[in-house]
Protein backbone atom coordinates (compact mmCIF):
# COMPACT_ATOMS: atom_id res chain seq x y z
CA UNK A 1 0.00 0.00 0.00
CA UNK A 2 1.64 3.42 -0.96
CA UNK A 3 2.28 6.14 1.67
CA UNK A 4 -1.54 7.36 1.93
CA UNK A 5 -2.89 4.26 3.48
CA UNK A 6 -6.78 4.62 3.98
CA UNK A 7 -6.73 5.43 7.87
CA UNK A 8 -3.71 7.75 7.78
CA UNK A 9 -5.30 9.68 4.70
CA UNK A 10 -8.10 9.21 6.55
CA UNK A 11 -6.82 10.41 9.51
CA UNK A 12 -5.64 13.74 7.68
CA UNK A 13 -9.01 14.52 6.39
CA UNK A 14 -10.50 14.38 9.99
CA UNK A 15 -7.79 16.77 10.75
CA UNK A 16 -7.99 19.02 8.49
CA UNK A 17 -12.02 19.19 8.47
CA UNK A 18 -11.65 20.22 12.76
CA UNK A 19 -9.20 23.03 11.35
CA UNK A 20 -11.84 24.08 8.83
CA UNK A 21 -15.10 23.77 11.62
CA UNK A 22 -12.89 26.68 13.31
CA UNK A 23 -13.09 28.83 10.47
CA UNK A 24 -16.27 30.99 9.73
CA UNK A 25 -18.77 28.95 8.05
CA UNK A 26 -19.02 29.03 4.41
CA UNK A 27 -21.98 26.29 3.37
CA UNK A 28 -23.89 29.12 2.76
CA UNK A 29 -21.72 29.65 -0.54
CA UNK A 30 -22.81 26.54 -1.82
CA UNK A 31 -26.07 25.64 -3.71
CA UNK A 32 -27.58 22.38 -3.19
CA UNK A 33 -30.40 20.36 -5.30
CA UNK A 34 -32.31 17.10 -4.60
CA UNK A 35 -33.98 14.99 -7.54
CA UNK A 36 -35.65 12.27 -7.44
CA UNK A 37 -36.40 9.40 -10.06
CA UNK A 38 -38.17 5.62 -9.50
CA UNK A 39 -35.33 4.27 -7.31
CA UNK A 40 -32.86 7.16 -8.19
CA UNK A 41 -31.90 9.85 -5.43
CA UNK A 42 -29.39 12.20 -6.82
CA UNK A 43 -27.45 15.23 -4.99
CA UNK A 44 -26.24 18.16 -6.81
CA UNK A 45 -23.83 20.21 -5.27
CA UNK A 46 -22.77 24.15 -6.49
CA UNK A 47 -19.27 24.60 -5.44
CA UNK A 48 -17.82 28.26 -5.99
CA UNK A 49 -14.43 28.41 -7.62
CA UNK A 50 -11.70 28.83 -4.49
CA UNK A 51 -13.60 26.29 -2.06
CA UNK A 52 -11.91 23.82 -0.10
CA UNK A 53 -14.71 21.27 1.01
CA UNK A 54 -14.61 17.55 2.56
CA UNK A 55 -17.48 15.13 2.47
CA UNK A 56 -19.27 12.58 4.72
CA UNK A 57 -17.98 8.75 5.05
CA UNK A 58 -20.76 7.03 2.60
CA UNK A 59 -21.50 3.28 3.28
CA UNK A 60 -22.11 2.35 -0.14
CA UNK A 61 -20.30 2.52 -3.60
CA UNK A 62 -21.68 5.64 -5.21
CA UNK A 63 -21.25 7.21 -8.78
CA UNK A 64 -20.36 10.82 -8.85
CA UNK A 65 -20.58 12.81 -11.54
CA UNK A 66 -18.39 16.66 -12.59
CA UNK A 67 -20.84 18.03 -14.62
CA UNK A 68 -19.11 21.50 -14.57
CA UNK A 69 -15.59 22.76 -13.51
CA UNK A 70 -11.89 21.57 -12.31
CA UNK A 71 -11.45 20.08 -8.66
CA UNK A 72 -9.09 18.84 -7.08
CA UNK A 73 -10.21 15.95 -5.19
CA UNK A 74 -8.97 12.93 -2.92
CA UNK A 75 -9.31 9.62 -4.38
CA UNK A 76 -8.34 6.09 -3.71
CA UNK A 77 -5.12 6.65 -5.58
CA UNK A 78 -4.36 10.51 -3.66
CA UNK A 79 -5.61 13.46 -4.86
CA UNK A 80 -6.52 14.21 -8.49
CA UNK A 81 -7.58 16.67 -10.78
CA UNK A 82 -9.67 16.50 -12.82
CA UNK A 83 -11.79 18.66 -15.15
CA UNK A 84 -15.35 17.77 -16.28
CA UNK A 85 -17.03 15.84 -17.96
CA UNK A 86 -15.99 13.41 -15.02
CA UNK A 87 -17.07 10.76 -13.77
CA UNK A 88 -16.53 8.14 -11.06
CA UNK A 89 -17.67 5.20 -8.92
CA UNK A 90 -16.68 6.16 -5.40
CA UNK A 91 -16.20 2.80 -3.32
CA UNK A 92 -17.94 2.21 -0.03
CA UNK A 93 -16.18 3.89 2.70
CA UNK A 94 -15.10 6.84 0.62
CA UNK A 95 -14.43 10.25 2.25
CA UNK A 96 -13.64 12.79 -0.25
CA UNK A 97 -11.76 16.30 0.55
CA UNK A 98 -11.81 18.75 -2.30
CA UNK A 99 -10.44 21.89 -3.66
CA UNK A 100 -12.26 23.38 -6.55
CA UNK A 101 -10.14 25.30 -8.72
CA UNK A 102 -13.50 27.33 -10.84
CA UNK A 103 -16.92 27.12 -10.26
CA UNK A 104 -18.15 23.05 -9.75
CA UNK A 105 -21.18 21.00 -9.83
CA UNK A 106 -20.82 17.97 -8.66
CA UNK A 107 -23.86 15.51 -8.50
CA UNK A 108 -23.86 12.05 -5.99
CA UNK A 109 -25.99 9.45 -7.44
CA UNK A 110 -27.90 6.59 -4.95
CA UNK A 111 -29.82 3.57 -5.72
CA UNK A 112 -33.36 4.17 -2.89
CA UNK A 113 -36.59 4.72 -3.28
CA UNK A 114 -36.69 7.19 -0.23
CA UNK A 115 -37.44 10.59 -0.81
CA UNK A 116 -36.87 12.10 2.70
CA UNK A 117 -33.18 14.03 2.41
CA UNK A 118 -32.72 13.47 6.12
CA UNK A 119 -33.43 9.50 5.89
CA UNK A 120 -31.09 9.21 2.90
CA UNK A 121 -28.30 11.04 4.72
CA UNK A 122 -28.32 8.78 7.45
CA UNK A 123 -28.87 5.39 5.51
CA UNK A 124 -25.99 6.17 2.69
CA UNK A 125 -23.57 8.21 4.82
CA UNK A 126 -22.22 9.14 8.48
CA UNK A 127 -19.83 11.33 10.17
CA UNK A 128 -17.98 8.66 12.31
CA UNK A 129 -15.29 6.65 11.78
CA UNK A 130 -16.64 4.66 14.52
CA UNK A 131 -19.88 4.04 13.14
CA UNK A 132 -18.55 3.06 9.28
CA UNK A 133 -15.57 0.73 10.90
CA UNK A 134 -19.01 -0.88 12.87
CA UNK A 135 -21.17 -0.64 9.54
CA UNK A 136 -18.33 -2.10 7.17
CA UNK A 137 -17.82 -4.65 9.82
CA UNK A 138 -21.41 -5.44 9.84
CA UNK A 139 -21.82 -5.85 6.24
CA UNK A 140 -18.57 -7.10 5.05
CA UNK A 141 -20.44 -9.39 1.80
CA UNK A 142 -22.14 -6.69 0.42
CA UNK A 143 -19.43 -4.38 0.50
CA UNK A 144 -17.34 -7.14 -1.48
CA UNK A 145 -14.63 -7.57 1.77
CA UNK A 146 -15.33 -11.63 2.19
Known amino acids: MNELSVGNTRDKVFSLEAIMKTMPDASHLTKL ?6 GIYARELHIPAGMTLTGKI ?3 AQLNILSKGKISVLTEDGIKEVEAPFTVVSPAGTK ?8 CVWTTILNTNE ?15 N ?5 AGLNQLELGFN
Not at 96 to 103: L, P
Not at 131 to 135: G, N, Q
Open 33 to 38: FHYFAP
Open 58 to 60: HKY
Open 96 to 103: RIAYAHTD
Open 115 to 129: TDVNIIEKQFTTDDE
Open 131 to 135: EWLEF
